[in-house]
């Protein structure tokens, strides 16, 4: 036995490990065939008619080639994840840019250069399988890391803290945000009586609500939200010593975030937003990509913190503890099938290899059941682990045998150990130092089912969250909650929501109860609720600059620019502009009235690429107007150009108009030539000499992604 692993893991070490688990992968795909055929390989004659007696008789019961493809599309749907069943997903891979020994024993994280094979799921907390991805939500972040040591599932999310601080309470949580029992509503939205009732009652929850009423739960992109182990685990190197670590992922092109009524647009226009990025992302080869970090600190630093680091809804600012960057993360292909990988992918904080180990967090603890639990009901079996995408690439092997779906072959006579069977002497099996062994965490105390009084603040980094935000995300989410509790029917959690608000920051409180219709906040009431505790903790800062979405980055790689053309345009400008942002690295398309061709004012023909209603402003980051009198006329007259633009306006997005095509702005009273030009917004002209500047001024505003405080938006009619 000892044997057969070493001689696997040296096979398993040879070549491109990257390159190996694509090929593990490809023995199981299959591609069309010419000759469609039944499950036993019988050719079929005509897959358009069933057997019949006679040619206007009924079915024939003996007709076993409807009998199997009814059977298998009868049984073609399993359940649906119970929590983040909306989700899409890609292959990569890890490569370590730091070396971890000091800290970790785990074999993927030794070697500078070393590449590991990754699956990645994306998913929505609360929304079901079919529901829109751009809603308010938490994002699921799950890796499942193929180590030569077995596989390393990472199941976080993008946002660093939770609901709830143990899992006893993960069922309750679920069932208050999910669709309301008794009429099934709303879909994936947390804006409605059950989900603030239950909140209302659970101050521990304060933190994680900043988070979800914030930019943060309406990611512009999978590829630009930073994800987070969440818990507290621990790393353990070779001589036993063990550190507490908290994992972070930092995108690329930065953080960025949708603005709620486009997010919601999108829902409408677009339901498959995130996931048609991803995937169209990968298929470019623009790969997304994001850093590890890791914040590592031995128990006596932990000590001191002034929170519980075991507490699920605490982070540990990274002003506090910096982050040390040690690896990137590559996606760079595509799933092959959407069910095999994505929906039979089988996630769980549980899967952890040598040198890493969990921490108490009793929200993580539960989390270590609940996993295979949930894969039993959902994949229906024990086998799971046998499915392609579940494979590890190291040697798998121990006598658990048979159960539904199995597909390992096991030979020999011998299901048990010890045994003297196997080959010929007595067999034990023992990994010895190879083995994962748990780290030798001393523990004396009563079995208690109450929680530790370190848990009891929940107000605190509440706080610090709110302190950190820029104005702009402040009012960001006073509308959030607005909106959310505008949403419940029962007064009384109203106001019970604003009362537990009051705890958190007191303007943020007055603001989000001024339009609910209920009495102003008092923090008295909420004080003398069930729930409520009245430690409050320090946590050692102000504010966390870390916190905040703001300043938004410095690339443009990846955005999405409409070009919006009428008939007579001047392509001069345009041209210089266009080709800037292409070298930056931007996406152009030209979007007009109907497909085929624009004619320019020098009668030259542009494609179109997409219309004003196949494509709206929403599913863009920018938008050029070039000028030409004609063209700006042609625009002012096309209700969906105009709308086109000022909702782009509306939305913050930058904007570089050109020439005569600023009327469409003016039309609405913005941008008076007596006027300062709003934030975000480059007005031009067709002069020659200027429009590298005007390039480059667009490309500055691209960069800023959104600029949240552009006057006059309120007056906008989109
Ligand atoms: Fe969970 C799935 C993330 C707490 C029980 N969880 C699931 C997925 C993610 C998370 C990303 C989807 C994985 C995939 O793509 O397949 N879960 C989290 C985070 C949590 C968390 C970040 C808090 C820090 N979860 C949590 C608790 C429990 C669960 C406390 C139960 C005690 N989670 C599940 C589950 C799911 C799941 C029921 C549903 C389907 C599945 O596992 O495969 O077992």
Redesign the pocket.
Known sequence: MASSRSEGSRKAKAGDPVANRQKQLEAFTQGPESLLTTNQGVVLPDNHNSLKAGLRGPSLLQDFVLREKLTHFDHERIPE????AR?AAAHGYFELTRPLVEYTKADFLQEVGGRTPVFV?F?NFIGSQGSADTVRDVR???VKFYTREGNYDL???NMPV?FVQD?MK?PDLVHAMKPEPHHGMPQASSAHDTFWDFMSLMPESSHMLMWLMSDRALPRSYRMMEGFG??TFRLVNARGVSHFVKFHWRPKLGKHALAWDEAQKIAGKDPDFHRRDLWEAIERGDFPEWELGLQVLDEERAEKLGFDLLD?TKLLPEEVVPITPCGRLVLNRNPENHFAECEQ???HPGNIVPGIDFSNDP?LQ??L???S???LA?LGGPNHHELPINRGVCPVHNFQRDGRHRTGIARGRVSYEPNTLANGSEFRVDGGEQGFSTFEENLESPKIRRRSTSFDDHFAQATLFWNSQSTCEKEHIISAFQYELSRVETPAIRQRVVDNLAHVDARLARKVAEPLGIGPPDAKSAAGQAGFREPRGKPGIESAPSLSMEPTGNTIQTRRVAIVMGAGVELGAFKVIQQALLDAGAITKVVAGHLGFVTSSSGQQVPVDHTFQNMPSVTFDAVLVPGGAAAAQALLKNGDAVHFVLEAFKHCKPLCIIGESVEILRSVGIAQPDAAVPAGVVIGTNEPTTRLQMAQDFIAAIAKHRHWARAMVEQVPA
Request: charged residues 15%; aromatic residues 18%; hydrophobic residues 45%.
């Open positions: 994840r119970v929590v983040y989700g799921r998913s699921g972040f799950a199941v976080g999310s939770f899992a993960l969440v818990h699920p992918v089988a996630f929200l539960g989390r059941f609940s996993y639990d949930a894969q959902r």
